[in-house]
């Protein structure tokens, strides 16, 4: 079977990862390849991938009422069975090596708007030119490829499978008006009536088209795929304004939901003491900033702290990005309206657990955990991101605290799960199809903010309490963690089965 991916982002090569996309799309293409398919992967080369590569040809294309000329890279061999290609275009390169722009409140979506079209319109016109011969299947990644389907009626037979990584970006931009448009982009076109936003009648959005075009959706968790059906609610998100679309593609046996991998490897543990690794990453970062950052100094004072007590300590760890998504309840009040659930939290902690959070985002939400650190002597959080000590995390946490408001897939728990320590999760999406209570790890629910927030808080109580009184117990969870598996050989033969046959 010949597989054409199209993406914004792969893992696979050096600097073209942001997030989870990136993730799949370096993992999936070798799995799949291990399976007997011949896997092309295209993307931007965002002026930096191409450098050095073996340029294959000119593809010339009308887009934004001018002709435009890209130069089509192949790249070399990066893993065995796959082959990675580039488009060149000077657009791709502002500035050179970066994925995502961000412009704002008042235009949204302008900038990748106009790269991710000319993406789309010259990866069309390269199949239509059969550059890859006769493809099997064309798999579209996030709305950012999407426009490749407005193409669809000049291009050979195949199957089209649109995966879904992160339904709250749609990439909706003006139907016309602006510089950034479907009808600047694609003067010749006319927006199709399943590509316009339900909520905003006068805007393109390629989320829209990529579910109605497309021949399978795929989203990352059997879960998240029923939870997309439902609207939104202010807790929460469903399905982001477009059930209806998704309603009808799961009533048409199209919407998919297949359980993203995770990579396993026998690094074994660190060979220095989890402290040791924080307090040199601190240092790191102090010595590359001018002024110390109040994040940097207090997390370092509570460490001090910390390291002169004598009793071993129970850690709670948490690797994640600082979003709405992914630590609101932790921001939201607690039952009692004493303050946020995060300080409840805290000051249910006896004098030998603490709290480790690594991660960065939202501004407003750093400031949030960094005030916390200064009235919370046994939370420390480290602002910013290292491989090497979101490592160390996984291996000597105790455990791990994932309380997304919703979750697609989720990786942080496999990782934290692959190295023995038990995890606390909220039970949507992904984390419901990971984690099982009592069984390998620890889950609350709730039907609104206010049932999930103090269902986490009794949660953590009862998860510490077993910690505490019934080590036996614990360690039977623990196990049980540490043998769970992910594979993505398994996720390639589910989409080979159920996106691909």
């Given at each position: 079977?010949?597989?054409?991916?199209?993406a914004?982002?792969?893992?696979?090569?050096?600097?073209g990862?942001?997030?989870?996309?990136?993730?799949v799309?370096?993992?999936i293409?070798?799995?799949?390849?291990?399976?007997?398919s011949?896997?092309?992967v295209l993307?931007?080369?965002?002026g930096v991938?191409?450098?050095?590569?073996?340029?294959?040809?000119?593809?010339?294309?009308d887009?934004?009422?001018a002709a435009?000329k890209l130069?089509?890279?192949?790249?070399?061999?990066?893993?065995?069975?796959v082959?990675h290609w580039v488009?060149?275009?000077?657009a791709?390169?502002?500035?050179?090596?970066?994925?995502y722009?961000?412009d704002?409140a008042?235009a949204p979506?302008?900038?990748?708007?106009?790269?991710?079209?000319l993406?789309?319109?010259a990866?069309?016109?390269?199949?239509?030119?059969?550059?890859?011969?006769d493809?099997?299947?064309?798999?579209?990644h996030?709305?950012h490829?999407?426009?490749?389907l407005?193409?669809?009626?000049?291009?050979?037979a195949?199957k089209?499978?649109?995966t879904?990584?992160?339904?709250?970006?749609?990439?909706?931009?003006?139907?016309?008006?602006?510089?950034?448009?479907?009808?600047?982009?694609?003067?010749?076109?006319?927006c199709?009536?399943d590509?316009?936003?339900?909520r905003?009648?006068?805007c393109?959005?390629p989320?829209?088209?990529?579910?109605?075009?497309s021949?399978?959706?795929h989203?990352?968790?059997?879960?998240?795929?029923?939870e997309?059906?439902?609207?939104n609610t202010s807790f929460?998100?469903?399905?982001?304004g477009?059930e209806a679309?998704l309603?009808?593609?799961?009533t048409?046996?199209?919407l998919?939901g297949i359980?993203?991998?995770?990579?396993y490897?026998d690094t074994g543990?660190?060979s220095?003491?989890l402290?040791?690794v924080?307090?040199?990453?601190?240092?790191?970062?102090?010595g590359q900033?001018q002024?110390?950052?109040?994040?940097?100094?207090?997390?370092l004072?509570?460490?001090e702290?910390?390291k002169?007590?004598?009793k071993?300590l129970?850690?709670?760890t948490?690797v994640?990005?600082?979003?709405?998504q992914?630590?609101?309840?932790?921001?939201?009040?607690a039952?009692?309206?004493?303050?946020?659930?995060?300080?409840?939290l805290?000051?249910?902690?006896d004098?030998?657990?603490?709290?480790?959070?690594l991660?960065?985002?939202?501004?407003e939400?750093?400031r949030?955990?960094?005030?916390?650190?200064?009235?919370?002597?046994?939370?420390?959080?480290?602002n910013?991101?290292?491989?090497?000590?979101?490592?160390?995390?996984?291996?000597?946490?105790?455990l791990?605290?994932m309380?997304?408001?919703?979750?697609?897939?989720?990786?942080?728990?496999?990782?934290?799960?692959?190295?023995?320590?038990?995890?606390?999760?909220?039970?949507?999406?992904?984390?419901a199809?990971?984690?099982i209570?009592?069984?390998?790890?620890f889950?609350?629910?709730g039907?609104?903010?206010?049932?999930?927030v103090?269902?986490?808080?009794?949660?953590?109580r009862?998860a510490?309490?077993?910690?505490?009184k019934?080590?036996a117990?614990w360690?039977?969870?623990a196990?049980r963690?540490?043998?769970r598996?992910f594979?993505?050989?398994?996720?390639?033969?589910?989409?080979?089965?159920?996106?691909?046959?």
């Amino acid at each position: 079977m010949k597989i054409l991916m199209v993406a914004a982002e792969c893992g696979a090569l050096p600097g073209g990862k942001v997030g989870g996309m990136g993730d799949v799309l370096a993992e999936i293409p070798p799995a799949l390849a291990a399976e007997g398919s011949e896997v092309h992967v295209l993307l931007p080369s965002y002026g930096v991938f191409q450098t050095g590569q073996e340029q294959i040809q000119t593809v010339s294309v009308d887009f934004a009422g001018a002709a435009q000329k890209l130069s089509l890279y192949r790249l070399s061999e990066r893993q065995p069975g796959v082959v990675h290609w580039v488009l060149d275009h000077p657009a791709f390169a502002a500035p050179a090596g970066q994925i995502y722009h961000h412009d704002g409140a008042g235009a949204p979506f302008a900038t990748d708007g106009n790269l991710y079209a000319l993406l789309a319109c010259a990866a069309a016109k390269c199949i239509e030119q059969r550059v890859w011969g006769d493809l099997d299947v064309l798999h579209l990644h996030d709305w950012h490829t999407a426009g490749v389907l407005l193409f669809r009626s000049n291009l050979p037979a195949m199957k089209v499978v649109f995966t879904i990584h992160n339904l709250g970006l749609q990439g909706q931009r003006p139907i016309d008006g602006h510089p950034s448009s479907f009808d600047s982009w694609f003067p010749a076109l006319t927006c199709p009536a399943d590509a316009i936003d339900p909520r905003y009648d006068d805007c393109y959005n390629p989320m829209r088209l990529g579910i109605n075009g497309s021949d399978r959706v795929h989203v990352v968790s059997p879960t998240y795929a029923k939870e997309i059906l439902a609207p939104n609610t202010s807790f929460l998100h469903g399905g982001e304004g477009l059930e209806a679309d998704l309603a009808q593609a799961d009533t048409e046996g199209r919407l998919i939901g297949i359980l993203n991998g995770c990579p396993y490897s026998d690094t074994g543990n660190t060979s220095s003491k989890l402290f040791e690794v924080i307090s040199r990453q601190l240092r790191i970062w102090i010595g590359q900033s001018q002024m110390v950052p109040s994040s940097h100094y207090l997390a370092l004072n509570n460490l001090e702290r910390l390291k002169r007590k004598k009793k071993r300590l129970t850690v709670l760890t948490s690797v994640t990005r600082i979003t709405e998504q992914k630590v609101a309840l932790l921001e939201a009040s607690a039952a009692d309206g004493s303050g946020p659930a995060l300080d409840a939290l805290l000051e249910d902690l006896d004098k030998t657990t603490i709290y480790v959070m690594l991660g960065s985002g939202d501004r407003e939400m750093e400031r949030f955990f960094t005030e916390a650190m200064a009235r919370h002597d046994h939370f420390v959080f480290l602002n910013g991101f290292s491989e090497e000590l979101a490592e160390a995390l996984y291996q000597h946490g105790d455990l791990f605290m994932m309380p997304s408001t919703f979750e697609p897939c989720g990786i942080s728990q496999m990782l934290a799960m692959a190295q023995g320590q038990p995890c606390l999760v909220h039970a949507v999406g992904g984390l419901a199809d990971t984690v099982i209570d009592n069984e390998d790890g620890f889950a609350f629910a709730g039907s609104n903010e206010a049932e999930a927030v103090a269902a986490m808080l009794d949660r953590t109580r009862e998860a510490l309490h077993l910690h505490r009184k019934d080590p036996a117990s614990w360690q039977k969870i623990a196990s049980r963690a540490r043998s769970r598996r992910f594979l993505w050989s398994e996720s390639a033969k589910h989409y080979l089965k159920q996106l691909y046959a």
